[in-house]
Each structure stands twice: as structure tokens, then as C-alpha cells.
């Protein structure tokens, strides 16, 4: 059962910007540290983004200045607010958490979500 989706990706122009969304199901009380990655055709899965419960976060340098992590624990959603987007940052963006926490008490670990495409044209 996937207990991460990831929304809101799109076909957008260079310079736009994008809000990624990672939503947990139903069926998880708590997500605890998240993060974003992506993965261009042919490219291995890059690190974009952390953060953890706390709110501490960690953007990369490649997308430092222009991506944003927020979450909003009362919602069990994570988002990534993407601006002045380049054509290299298309890719299939995806959501993992090192930990859930599920409502039946049990706790999921490494979960992933299925991703969303993010296609910048030039």
C-alpha cells in the first residue's frame, strides 16, 4: 500500500515555479523526517531537499536559492515549492520518509511515494 503521493507536478516554462505536495494516507498518524528527490531520464536519483519533523531543513546546493521544503504536520503533508525553474530540473520528483508511524500504532520505514513529473521547457 503506498502511504506517500506526491502532487502537483506540471509542464511549466523556464523561470516558473511549481508547489510540490507530499500527502501520507489515511492510513499514517505521523511522518517524521522527509525528504524530496528526483531523477532524470537517465541520470541517477538526486537528493533535492530535507526535513525533519522539527522543521529543520536542508536544501542542496543545486537547487539552493530557489526551492523551498515546508510541511504542515497537522496534515501529514510535506511540500516543495520549486521558482525560477530551469530545464534541468526536469525530472520525476519523489517523496521518501525515513519513518511513519501508522494509525494501527506499527512504523513503516523508507517509504516512497510513486512520484510526479516536472517538465521545464526552454
Known amino acids: 500500500q503506498v502511504q506517500l503521493v506526491e502532487s502537483g507536478g506540471a509542464l511549466v516554462q523556464t523561470g516558473g515555479s511549481l508547489r510540490l505536495a507530499c500527502a501520507a494516507s489515511?492510513?499514517?498518524?505521523?511522518?517524521?523526517?522527509v525528504m524530496w528527490y528526483r531523477q532524470a531520464p537517465g541520470n541517477q536519483r538526486e537528493l533535492v531537499a530535507t526535513?525533519?519533523?522539527?522543521?529543520?531543513?536542508v536544501i542542496e546546493d543545486s537547487v539552493k536559492g530557489r526551492f523551498t521544503i515546508s510541511r504542515d504536520n497537522a496534515k501529514n503533508t510535506v511540500f516543495l515549492l520549486m521558482n525560477a525553474l530551469k530545464p534541468e530540473d526536469t525530472a520525476v520528483y519523489y517523496c521518501s520518509s525515513d519513518r511513519l508511524l501508522t494509525t494501527n500504532g506499527s512504523w513503516l520505514f523508507d517509504s516512497w511515494g510513486q512520484g510526479t513529473q516536472v517538465t521545464v521547457s526552454s
Open positions: 489515511s492510513t499514517v498518524s505521523q511522518i517524521y523526517t
Open positions: 526535513i525533519t519533523r522539527g522543521g529543520i531543513t
